[in-house]
């Protein structure tokens, strides 16, 4: 029997996770802990009266076998009897500094990306631009040490330096001297940051040497593995990748990492609220060529303006899911200028003009405190079109009423009207209510008989509603807050391929309710951002963003008339809980994107009429209905996020964490039935 130190184990450990990583932290956390239970239950078996093993001794039966120079493949456990793992059987690291901790590559790690980069077969080259100013030439040696040790080799540096500084250019030209991969431009004349860019850009296309183009600023660094991540990107996952971008977080003085964005994939509606796509990204060079240079007119913007122009030509634009660029922190009293605001505002509106919205208007609604600094976007519908809101509901006229009161004071859309479909009321009050609206054209009562079923109660409104270019879908214990509810919601509808669209939703105590719905998580599904304040923002962006999802919430939910037909309507087959998920998923799966819009702001009380049903059957064929995002992740959400939904906080095994959540809740419900 042979003895391990803590170090060599170690070391065995940091080796394996070189290749884990490849697969990321699921694979990395059920391999690794299945190995550890394996061993434990292994040295039971043959050491039962041995102490267990100190802190400095680990004592194991039979080595790694060393499969690679840099990689140790674990002995397989031994056979076990198969059993319902719940999220406890697992460990769980939240927070930023233990993910820097385990996602950093140690240096065997980047040592052993180096050699197999070496090996690769025409590997695609990166050629990064950095424009440099007079800054403080520490923070750009970061820069510098940032690229020249990138463990991927394959790459070009074009440095243009705009600076007033002798010893800065001294200081490039010595580094071009030692490394020809160092492109170094002067450009002493110093005009704007657009120019600087295009003047390089220009010379990448001449060369014509690089694959792709990095943008790197002066005073920021890349992870070290960041080219070394995209290339084996682009060679083995995604070929035909147009545009890369990845997570980022912020670097201080001391070069300490906080304030991590974790990102959604490739959401277009999302890149019209804030460019979540700056760093890093990484753009093919034919795909550059094709959209043009930097446009000098949207200086401060540019980055923007080109990244819309990019969406517009192609949609392969894809995330990878970790952090490999560190944006150095600005000083406090940092704000955009209004000029720069101006061209954000000049590059919306310019490429939804581009893409067939006529006459958008986009400003900054700053005096609304529901739209936080963000970009609004309206416009007017080319065709009008019609709306039927269907609302069911049974008894409790003072729930309903507010609802009913609500949309005919506030809403302020030329065509519209209501269908309530009414499940069976016996009250009084409610007779009274209907007798109330009866003379409203643009209200009307359709009954429902049979056995309740809160899909075909859906479904039926649904029918009496062959005029409907739109239908609304909204539960009865709501409240209309906007009077702009209606149009800010029909609008998308404007742009190709969107077939649903949902709202914000709040708590009668003004925090989120609904701000998008992620699959996966508690109850197989949840809300973003639930509780939080209505202007949240945190790892995940902001609550006050546009946002691509899988699926909205079915309490005040709109869809087209004719994707409602294409996905055959509510499945029949659920009682109450998860139709709404459902529905947006097979409209994802059509192809329609889902959209999620904060402008469109509704009070919910929340089941105050029926309850919360979630009906053993409800649960468990949607449990067999969202095995394939529950399995795979959710793009519009992030693995490295964690699966709760009253946070969205940093956590090291949000898969297995999501499965084992799902697991529990099946094993609750069978036996809270039995």
């Not at 052993?112 to 590997?123: G, I, K, V």
């Not at 959209?291 to 819309?308: E, I």
């Not at 700053?366 to 519908?381: L, R």
Request: charged share 25%.
């Amino acid at each position: 029997m042979r003895r391990y130190s803590l170090a060599r184990l170690g070391h065995l450990i940091n080796t394996s996770l070189h290749i884990l990583r490849q697969d990321g932290p699921k694979a990395f956390g059920e391999r690794l802990v299945r190995w550890l239970r394996g061993e434990r239950r292994y040295m039971r078996q043959i050491m039962p009266d041995q102490p267990a093993p100190s802190e400095h001794t680990i004592l194991i039966e039979q080595a790694s076998k060393q499969v690679e120079s840099h990689h140790v493949e674990p002995p397989p456990p031994p056979p076990q009897e198969p059993h319902v793992e719940f999220a406890e059987d697992r460990p769980e690291l939240h927070g930023y500094e233990p993910y820097c901790r385990l996602m950093t590559p140690s240096e065997n790690d980047l040592a052993a990306q180096r050699d197999e980069a070496l090996t690769w077969q025409n590997p695609p080259c990166f050629g990064i631009i950095t424009t440099v100013y007079d800054l403080p030439l520490y923070h750009f040696r970061r820069t510098v040490t940032s690229v020249l040790k990138q463990s991927c080799p394959h790459w070009r540096w074009y440095v243009v330096d705009a600076s007033q500084s002798d010893a800065l250019w001294q200081y490039i030209t010595f580094l071009a001297q030692q490394d020809e991969r160092i492109v170094p431009i002067r450009q002493a004349d110093a005009p704007e940051a657009v120019a600087l860019l295009n003047r390089a850009l220009k010379q990448v296309h001449e060369e014509a040497l690089c694959d792709y183009v990095v943008l790197l600023d002066p005073d920021d660094t890349l992870a070290l593995e960041a080219l070394y991540t995209v290339s084996r990107f682009v060679q083995i996952e995604q070929p035909g990748a147009d545009f890369i971008y990845s997570d980022e977080d912020k670097i201080n003085e001391q070069d300490h990492r906080s304030e991590p964005f974790f990102k959604p994939d490739w959401s277009p509606e999302l890149l019209l609220s804030v460019n979540y796509m700056r760093y890093i990204s990484v753009i093919k060079r034919t795909v550059l060529e094709r959209v043009g240079a930097f446009d000098p007119r949207k200086n401060g913007a540019h980055h923007w303006d080109l990244f819309l122009r990019i969406s517009e030509i192609t949609n392969h634009i894809h995330r990878i899911p970790r952090v490999l660029y560190h944006v150095r922190k600005r000083p406090e009293g940092s704000e955009v200028t209004s000029a720069v605001a101006q061209a954000q505002l000049e590059a919306i509106r310019e490429h939804l003009e581009r893409t067939g919205i006529p006459q958008p208007q986009v400003s900054f609604e700053a005096q609304h405190p529901s739209y936080g600094k963000y970009p609004v976007v309206t416009w007017e519908q080319s065709q009008p079109r019609r709306i039927v809101i269907i609302i069911p509901s049974r008894d409790k006229a003072d729930i309903l009423l507010g609802c009913l009161a609500s949309i005919f004071e506030y809403t302020r859309y030329p065509d519209y009207r209501v269908i309530v479909v009414d499940t069976g009321s016996r009250e009084q009050a409610t007779f009274d209510l209907y007798a109330r609206y009866q003379h409203n054209a643009r209200f009307q009562v359709v009954n429902y008989t049979d056995e309740f079923n809160f899909n075909k109660v859906c479904n039926l409104g649904a029918h009496h509603a062959p005029d409907a270019d739109l239908l609304l879908f909204l539960n009865n214990d709501t409240e209309v807050l906007d009077g702009m509810w209606l149009a800010r919601m029909a609008q998308w509808f404007e742009r190709e391929g969107v077939g649903i669209v949902g709202a914000k939703l709040l708590y009668p105590d003004g925090t989120i309710q609904h701000g998008g719905v992620y699959i996966g998580g508690e109850g197989l599904a949840f809300h973003l951002f639930v509780r939080q304040p209505i202007t949240a923002e945190g790892v995940f962006g902001s609550a006050c963003w546009y946002r691509n999802l899988l699926a909205v919430t079915g309490a005040c939910m709109m869809i087209s008339r004719e994707v409602f037909e294409r996905v055959g309507g509510f499945d029949e087959a659920y009682q109450v809980s998860y139709s709404d998920v459902t529905l947006c998923l097979r409209a994802y799966q059509m192809g329609y994107r889902i959209i999620f819009t904060p402008h469109a702001l509704l009070m919910h009380y929340e089941s105050l009429t029926r309850g919360l049903h979630n009906l053993r059957s409800d649960l468990l064929r949607a449990n067999d209905d969202f095995q394939e995002w529950i399995q795979k992740g959710d793009p519009y959400y992030h693995p490295n996020l964690s699966c709760s939904m009253l946070d969205h906080q940093v956590t090291l095994s949000p898969a297995h964490q999501a499965r084992n959540l799902n697991r529990w809740l099946m094993a609750q419900i069978i036996k809270r039935e039995q």
